[in-house]
Structure formats: structure tokens, C-alpha cells
């Protein structure tokens, strides 16, 4: 069974770092790209960053580049979001989801975490 | 950017037949994929690739797409369809995640 397990969600303030990540298990790892969606209080589902399936590729929403970083170990089966210079409008329900192979437009989001909630306030 | 266009809501009774579009400049020509999402839950994948459905997802569920726009159809709506579905493509020229703003589903 596929499954996605996100974490460390924080309330962290106006200009502050954090760092969300999901632990994966179920299915082979190293072959699939991992995208991030959030979704805003009130808000609909917007998509945040994909790393590809060697780490090699990796793309950005223009709402967060420059901002985030997403990462992926392989070997433990883990992907990282570092958030830096937070605001209140990355405030959501951080999503983990897997692409159903490499990325691309063949390519579809098949898996989902449960999320984990990251708030900034100041 | 890309942008897809869903209508806010859509309301009908059980048993009825529910279509949310999704409207974006020639979407026939992508692959579209249909997430479900209940309140207080994670999205669930419920249409794939326009119109395969993942294993798991009921037959009342299916898909279409062509030229602009592209169609949820969910036939004998029950109570638990009640949601926000989105619509999601991927766009090539930006290499983006697109999503549609989402449509709330409920039974009447």
C-alpha cells in the first residue's frame, strides 16, 4: 500500500524558516517524482514543487521560488521542503503526492499525504 | 501561465447526474486528471489521463475532453460525492502543476 507521511508542521513566525518533510513507503521509491500542493484556508489546491525521480529535475511555483527548496534521500525514502522568508499567505495544509513516474505532462498525480499544517503569523 | 476555469458550484439531487468543467485554451490536447477532495480530508486521484479511472473509484465516475473544455461526469450522485473536485494538467511551456480553482459539489 502506497503511503505518504508528512511532517513537521509549525505555527513559525512572519520571515522565519521551516522545514516539512514526507516519509514514503509502499512502493519504489527512486522511481517516482514528488510534487508538493498546498492549500490556503478558504483557499483551493495549489500546487508548490516537484522533484524528480533522481533529484535531478526540479521545478517551482512562481509563488515560492527563490523562497523553497525541495529535496529528496532516496536511500531513506524521504522528501524535504525548507521554506525560508515564510509569509502569511504560505499559511496551509502542505500536501505530499506522487507523480505516477517520471515528470512531465505523461505523467499524473495518483498518491496524497495527509498534510501538515504550517502556519505564519506574525 | 496556463489557467484552468471550473464554475464555483454545483448542485444537484441524489440519483441525478453531476458535469464540472474545466475550461482552458485548447485543454484537448493535454492530459487532464480530476482530484476529489471531502471536507477535512486528503485529495483523492478519481479520473486519470481524461478518462481512466484509478482502481477503487466507482463506475459513476468518468471523464471527458476536448477542444476547450473537460468534464467530470459523476452519474447516480449519492451523499458521499459531496466535495471540492479540481481539475489538474500539466503545462509544458512553464513545466507547472496547473489546477483549476476547484468546484464544490453538493447534494441537494
Known amino acids: 500500500e502506497v503511503q505518504l507521511l508528512e511532517s513537521g508542521g509549525d505555527l513559525v513566525q512572519t520571515g522565519g524558516s521551516l522545514r516539512v518533510s514526507c516519509a514514503a513507503s509502499?512502493?519504489?521509491?527512486?522511481?517516482?517524482?514528488i510534487s508538493w500542493v498546498r492549500r490556503a484556508p478558504g483557499k483551493g489546491l495549489e500546487w508548490v514543487s516537484t522533484?524528480?525521480?533522481?533529484?535531478?529535475?526540479?521545478y517551482y511555483a512562481d509563488s515560492v521560488k527563490g523562497r523553497f527548496t525541495i529535496s529528496r534521500d532516496n536511500p531513506n525514502y524521504t522528501v524535504s521542503l525548507q521554506m525560508n522568508t515564510l509569509k502569511a499567505a504560505d499559511t496551509a495544509v502542505y500536501y505530499c503526492?506522487?507523480?505516477?513516474?517520471?515528470?512531465?505532462?505523461?505523467?499524473?498525480?495518483?498518491?496524497w499525504g495527509q498534510g501538515t499544517l504550517v502556519t505564519v503569523s506574525s | 501561465s496556463y489557467v484552468l476555469t471550473q464554475p464555483p458550484s454545483v448542485s444537484v439531487a441524489p440519483g441525478e447526474t453531476a458535469k464540472i468543467t474545466c475550461e482552458g485554451n485548447n485543454i484537448g490536447g493535454k492530459s487532464v486528471h480530476w482530484h476529489q477532495q471531502r471536507p477535512g480530508q486528503a485529495p483523492v486521484l478519481v479520473i486519470y489521463?481524461?478518462?481512466d479511472r484509478p482502481s477503487g473509484i466507482p463506475e459513476r465516475f468518468s471523464g471527458s475532453n476536448s477542444g476547450n473544455m473537460a468534464t467530470l461526469i459523476i452519474s447516480g450522485v449519492e451523499a458521499g460525492d459531496e466535495a471540492d473536485y479540481y481539475c489538474q494538467v500539466w503545462d509544458s511551456t512553464s513545466d507547472q502543476w496547473v489546477f483549476g480553482g476547484g468546484t464544490r459539489l453538493t447534494v441537494l
Open positions: 509502499g512502493f519504489t521509491f527512486g522511481s517516482y517524482a
Open positions: 489521463y481524461d478518462r
Open positions: 503526492a506522487r507523480n505516477d513516474g517520471q515528470v512531465g505532462a505523461t505523467t499524473a498525480i495518483d498518491y
Open positions: 522533484i524528480s525521480a533522481g533529484g535531478g529535475q526540479i
